[in-house]
């Protein structure tokens, strides 16, 4: 089990050095912070998280079956 974290955490450090993957959080982060003041904002939260989740699960469908 030690040997995978280990893997695990020296394949998270070589990604994290990639400026493509720097690039990437950064706008995943953005996208994150955006929505949550729209959520916040919203008459309605439970609504909307409801929706967010629903189109996170459909891409997340979506990318497995394209990956077979």
Do not use: C, F, H, Y
């Not at 706008?27 to 967010?52: C, F, H, M, Y």
Request: net charge positive; glycine share 4%; no cysteine.
């Amino acid at each position: 089990m030690a040997l995978i974290g280990s893997i695990a955490r020296l394949l998270i450090r070589r990604a994290a050095a990639d400026p493509r993957v720097q690039r990437a959080a950064a706008d995943t982060a953005a996208t994150a912070v955006r929505q949550a003041r729209e959520i916040a904002n919203d008459p309605s939260p439970a609504r909307r998280l409801g929706r967010l989740a629903g189109r996170a699960k459909r891409r997340l469908a979506e990318a497995v079956q394209s990956e077979d």
